[in-house]
C-alpha cells in the first residue's frame, strides 16, 4: 500500500468519529504474536516508559511473560502489563500475526494485554473502518451493492446501540460479535456500500436497533421468542425467506439419542450448547426436522445460523431480483426506519 493511501487511510479512520475496541485471534488463544509495519510504515510501540521504532525489516514479538507482556524486537527486550502500538499520528497500518496460524492486516491503533495466561490483542478502530471489515466478511460472496448497503447498515447499528460484550474490549472479531477480517480496498463492493450508506442506522421506537443477522435462514426467519430469547425492545418477526426455502443448502446429521432434550428444544442457547458439546457443524442452524432411528436422532435441516432479523442469503438473491437496500431492510426488520447517527 502507497504512502498516499495509507495517508488517507489514517486521515479518514480520525475523521470517523467513534472508536470500537474490538479484540481478535481470541479463538487461537495465542502465547505469541509477531507485529511488523506495513511497507514504508513504521510502528511506535510504548512498553514500560519506553518507544521504539519498528519498520522495514524489523519486527517485535510479544509473548506471555511473569509481569505481563513480554516484548522483544531485536536486542530490546522489556516486559509491562500493557503494551501499544500506534503510527508516529495515531491509527497506522500494520500486520499482525498468531506465528504459523494467521496474519491479517489492520488500520488502526493496538494493545495487548494478558489475560488468563493468553495474549489478549486489542485493536482500536474507527467504526466505519470496522463496518468495512465486517461487511467484507459476513456478505455472501458476491453479493450485489444493494445487499451490502442493507448489511453496512445492519452492521453500523449493532455496533453502536450493542453494550459491551466482553471485560477488556466491546467486540471481538467472531460470530458471537460480527465476524471480522482485514480492511477492504475502499474502491471495492463493501468499501462502497459503507461510504454511500455513511451514518445511516436502523431505528425503532426512536433508537438504534442492535440489528441481528444470519448467513441463511432456511425459508422464514424466527422471533426471539422461538429463539428462546427474551423480546425486550424489538421483538423481531417471523417472515418468509422464499430464495432460502429454494436455494439453501440442505445438512443432514445423525446424533446420540441421549441428546434429545438439546435438539428438539430448538432453542439458540441449545444450538450453542450442542455446537460446544459435539461440534459447530452439527446442527449449523434451526430450521430442521428430526426423527428416531434406533439409538440416534436423525436431524435434517437447510440453511446456517439463529435465523433471526436480515438473511444474508435471502438479501442477496432479493437484491438481485432489483430489491434496493431500503426493501430489503424494511423486508426482514418490520417496523423500522432508517435514520441518521453520526
Given amino acids: 500500500m502507497s504512502r498516499i493511501v495509507l495517508l488517507l487511510l489514517t486521515l479518514h479512520a480520525a475523521a470517523s468519529g467513534k472508536d470500537l475496541r474490538i479484540g481478535v485471534f481470541g479463538l487461537f488463544h495465542p502465547s505469541e504474536l509477531i507485529l511488523r509495519a506495513a511497507p514504508g510504515g513504521v510502528l511506535r510501540v510504548k512498553v514500560a516508559g519506553a518507544a521504539w521504532n519498528i ?56 494493545e495487548v494485554r494478558v489475560r488468563g495466561g493468553e495474549l489478549v490483542p486489542i485493536v482500536i478502530t474507527d467504526l466505519e473502518t470496522a463496518v468495512e471489515s465486517a461487511v467484507a466478511a459476513e456478505s455472501v460472496p458476491g453479493a450485489p451493492l444493494e445487499a451490502l448497503k442493507a448489511q453496512a447498515i445492519a452492521t453500523r447499528s449493532f455496533y453502536l446501540a450493542s453494550p459491551a460484550r466482553h471485560p477488556d474490549f466491546q ?64 421483538p423481531y418477526y417471523s417472515v418468509e425467506c422464499p430464495p432460502c426455502r429454494t436455494s ?25 450448547e450442542l455446537g460446544r458439546l459435539l461440534g459447530w457443524s452439527v446442527i449449523p442452524g434451526y430450521n430442521y426436522q428430526v426423527r428416531r432411528e434406533g439409538d440416534h436422532i436423525l436431524v435434517h435441516g437447510r440453511g446456517e445460523g439463529h435465523g433471526i432479523g436480515l438473511c444474508q442469503r435471502g438479501a442477496s438473491a432479493m437484491a438481485a431480483s432489483g430489491a434496493n437496500h431500503r426493501v430489503i431492510l424494511n423486508h426482514y426488520y418490520p417496523n423500522t426506519v432508517i435514520g441518521f447517527r453520526e
Fill in 248 to 272: 439453501a443448502p440442505d445438512w443432514e446429521n445423525a446424533l446420540p439419542a441421549n441428546y434429545s432434550t438439546l435438539i428438539e428444544g430448538r432453542s439458540e442457547a441449545n444450538r450453542i
Fill in 55 to 110: 519498520e522495514g525489516s524489523r519486527m517485535a514479538r510479544l509473548r506471555v511473560g511473569q509481569s505481563g507482556v513480554l516484548c522483544t524486537a531485536g536486542e530490546q527486550v522489556a516486559s509491562a502489563p500493557v503494551v501499544q502500538v500506534s503510527g508516529s499520528h495515531g491509527r497506522t497500518e500494520f500486520y499482525l500475526s498468531v506465528p504459523g496460524k494467521i496474519e491479517r492486516r489492520f488500520v488502526a491503533t493496538l
Fill in 171 to 234: 467486540f471481538c472479531d467472531t460470530t458471537h460479535c460480527q465476524f471480522l477480517r482485514e480492511p477492504p480496498e475502499r474502491s471495492g463492493a463493501a468499501g462502497t456500500a459503507v461510504s454511500e450508506t455513511k451514518g445511516q442506522v436502523l431505528l425503532h421506537a426512536g433508537a438504534v436497533l442492535a440489528a441481528l443477522y444470519s448467513a441463511s435462514c432456511g425459508g422464514r426467519t424466527r422471533t426471539l421468542a422461538e429463539a428462546g430469547m427474551a423480546a425486550e425492545g424489538y
